[in-house]
Nanobody, 124 residues
Framework: QVQLVESGGGLVQAGGSLRLSCAGSGRTFSTYAMGWFRQAPGKAREFVAAISWTGDIIYYADPVKGRFTISRDNAKNTVYLQMNNLKPEDTAVYFC?????????????????WGQGTQVTVSS
């Protein structure tokens, strides 16, 4: 079992930045692949970014490439999502997810553990 808690969401103007954090507890955090997903009202949950155990494999969704950066600090049991040049279409609840595998996934149904989400609102 692993518990995940996201933080760092908020309201920001377009062009601004936020850094989301996801703190994990329970089983050894460094043995989990981690992902970030988001869900806007009335829309399906969509992939944002994912990172492997050691951070050597990273995936990004096309809409966030060049603007978002995923990273992890296994000593702190935390994964981060640095979001720069935010756009109104980035507005959503952001979730982190974990799976007990080395390589990360891009499909939400492949993750076993989820946080409660943190709201990100980007005003135009």
């Amino acid at each position: 079992q692993v518990q995940l808690v996201e933080s760092g969401g908020g309201l920001v103007q377009a062009g601004g930045s936020l850094r989301l954090s996801c703190a994990g507890s329970g089983r050894t955090f460094s043995t989990y692949a981690m992902g970030w997903f988001r869900q806007a009202p009335g829309k399906a949950r969509e992939f944002v970014a994912a990172i492997s155990w050691t951070g050597d494999i990273i995936y990004y969704a096309d809409p966030v490439k060049g603007r978002f950066t995923i990273s992890r600090d296994n000593a702190k049991n935390t994964v981060y999502l640095q979001m720069n040049n935010l756009k109104p279409e980035d507005t959503a609840v952001y979730f982190c997810a974990a799976d007990f595998v080395k390589d990360p996934h891009v499909r939400p149904d492949e993750y076993d553990y989820w946080g409660q989400g943190t709201q990100v609102t980007v005003s135009s």
